[in-house]
């Protein structure tokens, strides 16, 4: 779940909405997984250039010090997500988002024969990058792949890269479809999302209609008034049943959110050369 | 779930069944919670008569200590339990079976209204028992009533008149239905389990058929000739789909497991006097 | 460690100073115990009348999410606190400072005899306020005596109440010195500071000299213009070792620390009528 | 700490001395590093070809399940590990001993300047080995290093050819003195104990004398009776005060203690050729 808007109380983000991301860890409805247990984090912009993450290896639905903290950090952009894990050890460092200076970065779906792709995956990942990864997943070692091919420069570039990196990866060695993901990366300005799969049927992700827009929808929704004109949820799962509110990200594509002009994109892997 | 039987690997108990406790504390299908993800514990009989306890906070599914030792461990009898908390810590000290002396302890079900009725329950703990309260929860605070009623000595007595104080309590206090609970408890030798509600309306029970039976019904089920001819489960969930394999523990009642001698008798609370 | 001043962030208070709180964690130089491993926790004033808390069972100095939020919070009115378990469980509900209300209380040393005297601490709490108790330690009990006896109304009538109380209960048991104590409380407007022991032999207490008086002493001081000309801490070790800077607080002495007006008076514990 | 000998409750070892592993952990008198409170590890051969690991991020003296585990196992070969973490994350996958298939490893001591010859490190180790690596630490680094070059077929020499490779991996970047290590290492038969620095002044180790000559020295002392004649202890500190029971592991040496078979040779690296 990715917030973008006026600044706003993270508890409102993460415990108000009907089904939010904590109802999520522990009833997803399309996920999956429905059980999201192993972990969470959230990474927000707040105080001075570097995001913070706070991560945790319990379940988020029980996890008393985020309710706290929840309550007291007021954020224009944020980031969480919760983990189910596809193999790799529920620790801190394996939570999402992950962070390179004043990037955050996190991934739902999974690289298939991840054991067996990883070792090619470390050694393509910039040596001078190589010591900042601190986990063991495949969702980290995608990001640093990233950051090797430019994210901080040009994000979609970057990201098709370094899937199209996995995809070739996956071909030699006798991987199908290596790669299934919705990523979400932040600057603390712009937010990117990213759908795509190798196979072409990834899991879903939605982006939030307008407000102003959703206010003529729904003039009697208090709701809509609290939040800025300028806000918009990217979301594996909407936050609530609300018609109109939410829009599918096509397969295969990037959108990017930014104060006063969103676009979206089609998205497509560059292989090596 | 309890295992009496002969010494096995707890390995055996915990992991290898199809629909084992562990798999249940991820998809629970007959339980009022689907997701028992707030802590775990394990208690058996081996070294010594004091029986050892295994408890964490994290979800059973995701503990890799917990595989680690049930494969070097060897117990006659075994409780195990997943907790989905109703409201209390998730702590350590409120994760079931809770023991005393050469005692444990389990209890699925809720006190409901525990907040008001806690304190009278509290006091009405025998004052040297009192101290050996290590946790905040409804279903060690009925423990310890069992056990200041005379749990060691008669087992169904005891549980029958902390019952009744309950009920009794919960009428004082406006308490409709206070009770709900499936119990095990053992010492180690015997294990008795209990099934009521205030509404008799209990969640389930069930205990295995005997393996002798069982055998002549499934004569090319290997698994059966592993365990012993004494071994009996008692569980909420079964354990495998096996048709004559499980019988559900009557409504109000209480059953007893003991090498060469089961029985099941019928459970009323004692009112106190 | 308690902060009142002006609004500042809690990296400087936890994180900045040679000999933190955080650094004592691992090694405290004055304290009965050299390591305070067993949980700490962090009290804090800012969004809304409630106070914001935030525990763990973990070593704090190993708390990475400590450190991530201590970048992101600002406040006028900080408590933090480690512990070294003196024998109830380490668990977050045992953690300081404990919390009712507006309120935030935490403690360092002990009472005597605890296990024989807390059944009867607990039957004094008012049974109003006995569903609040979380955990089982000590500290929290001597909380909720002193909301007992009006905490929130007159702090140092209600803490001798409560003391008092503790110790005749200890005469009544044989303890002979039930009661070793420094204590922190706060309703987010003053702090009060308590140092009382029955053997009149109480762990250290300081409370930081006023930041005018410090800056005429040590104009070189660069931190001392950063803090404001409120700034007072409370703390069991001096956080830095400046000549003049740290005063003790006399044994058995209450203090008061409010913007404008501080005070010391001294302290007797008042017995049940 | 390591011990080999007859089966022992792991309780006895863990426990039981004056100056036991767990007291280590919370008070080490020899170490570098005063507490060692960010994680430990037991590993023990029982049942079955595998040893069982237990490893908690959680200080080793807070841990109740190990206590009650340790009353539950019996093991003629044990190793156990208590951690100061050196930079790399506290989580289990970085927890002492590390497992590969019949082999136990844990070491004491740190490789300078790891971040910058993780990478090479890395890329040494055997690409079919790769995949088992699962937490970052130096430690581990090294022991993969040892497989790649032939552990499970001739421990010094493979030990001394992964010295070898890091000695000149420092040399190439800069890094002066890199490897300070002590090292047990066990097959479940054997157990291997390296004492080696790149300056010549490695962290203390220490084997234990035999048990018949300790008898003969001190008649009246009755745990020398309980234990068995094939008894030796391999520890960073002896475990409890006893003239004549702990002789020094010499500088750059290892050692090998075997049922009946026990012996001490030079070690020196191996320089890639």
Chains 1, 2, 3, 4 share one sequence.
Not at 30 to 53: K, Q
Not at 245 to 257: D, F, Q, T
Request: glycine share 10%; hydrophobic share 40%; proline share 7%.
């Amino acid at each position: 779940m990715a917030y973008s808007g006026d600044p706003i109380l993270a508890e409102e983000l993460l415990f108000r909405p009907a089904h939010s991301l904590i109802d999520q860890s522990l009833h997803s409805r399309l996920g999956v997984e429905t059980t999201n247990g192993d972990g969470f984090g959230v990474g927000w912009y707040g105080e001075g250039p570097v995001p913070a993450v706070y991560k945790s290896i319990d379940p988020a639905w029980n996890d008393r010090n985020l309710r706290e903290i929840a309550r007291q950090i007021r954020t224009p952009l944020l980031l969480a997500h919760v983990r189910a894990s596809t193999g790799t050890p529920v620790q801190r460092s394996n939570c999402h988002p992950f962070r390179y200076g004043g990037w955050l970065w996190m991934h739902n779906g999974a690289i298939a024969g991840f054991r067996d792709l990883k070792r090619d995956m470390m050694l393509e990942v910039d040596p001078a990058l190589y010591p900042e990864i601190e986990g063991s997943t495949d969702s980290e070692a995608l990001f640093f792949l990233a950051l090797t091919y430019g994210l901080t420069e040009d994000p979609p570039d970057a990201v098709a890269r370094a899937v199209g990196f996995v995809e070739e990866l996956g071909r030699r060695h006798g991987v199908p479809d290596p790669i299934q993901m919705t990523v979400a990366t932040s600057d603390g300005e712009s937010l990117w999302a990213f759908r795509y799969s190798s196979e072409g049927h990834t899991r879903t992700l939605f982006y939030s209609t307008g407000i102003e827009q959703l206010r003529m929808l729904y003039p009697e929704l208090e709701v809509l008034h609290e939040l800025g004109t300028d806000t918009r949820f990217v979301v594996s799962e909407p936050l609530r049943d609300l018609k109109g509110a939410w829009n599918e990200v096509p397969e295969s594509s990037w959108g990017l959110v930014r104060r006063g002009a969103d676009e979206i994109r089609p998205f497509s892997p560059v292989w090596p050369a």
